[in-house]
C-alpha cells in the first residue's frame, strides 16, 4: 500500500520541509541579543594586546515580580579612539536601558584552586539606548527627566 498526496497537498509538504541555510559554519557565530540595564559606568581599559577597550556590564533580569532573578553579563566594545561611537559609550551611565547585541564566545579555565571554571565574553557589534535613567534634581529632591 503506497501513500499518495494530491498536488496540492504535495506543494504545501514540499514548502514546508525545506530549510533554510547559511554559508557561514556553524560554529564560526554565536551572537546574542540582551535587553538590559547598565550595572556600572562604563570603563576603558587596555587589552593585552596593547589596544584600548571600554567594558562595562548589563544586567538583565526575568521572572515573576516576588522572585524576580538577574542575570550579568561583562560586555567589551573595540570603539577606536576619537569615533562617535566611543564618545556615545562613555557618555552612558548606570542603570541606562539598553538593547545590545554582540558576538559571544565561552571559554574554560582553570583557576587557582585547580577548578574547572567557564566565562562568557561578549564583544559588542551594537548598542542602542532604550531608555536614560532619571536624573535627581538638587532641588527640594524631586526627581527629574
Not at 541555510?21 to 556553524?26: C, G, I, L, Q
Amino acid at each position: 500500500m503506497s501513500f499518495l498526496l494530491s498536488p496540492m497537498r504535495r506543494a504545501a509538504y514540499t514548502s514546508t520541509s525545506t530549510r533554510a541555510f547559511s554559508t557561514t559554519r556553524a560554529a564560526a557565530l554565536a551572537r546574542m541579543t540582551i535587553v538590559g540595564r547598565l550595572g556600572t559606568d562604563p570603563e576603558i581599559s587596555e587589552s593585552a594586546a596593547g589596544n584600548q577597550v571600554i567594558k562595562y556590564v548589563v544586567g538583565s533580569s526575568y521572572g515573576p515580580k516576588d522572585n524576580r532573578q538577574t542575570s550579568w553579563f561583562r560586555v567589551a566594545s573595540f570603539a577606536p579612539q576619537g569615533s562617535g561611537a566611543r564618545d556615545y559609550l562613555m557618555g552612558l551611565q548606570k542603570g541606562t536601558l539598553v538593547y545590545l547585541e554582540g558576538d559571544a564566545t565561552m571559554r574554560t579555565y582553570d583557576d587557582a584552586d585547580g577548578k574547572k571554571q567557564s566565562s562568557l565574553s561578549l564583544v559588542q557589534t551594537k548598542v542602542e539606548v532604550l531608555k536614560r535613567p532619571q536624573q535627581q534634581s538638587t532641588e527640594n529632591g524631586a526627581l527629574g527627566v
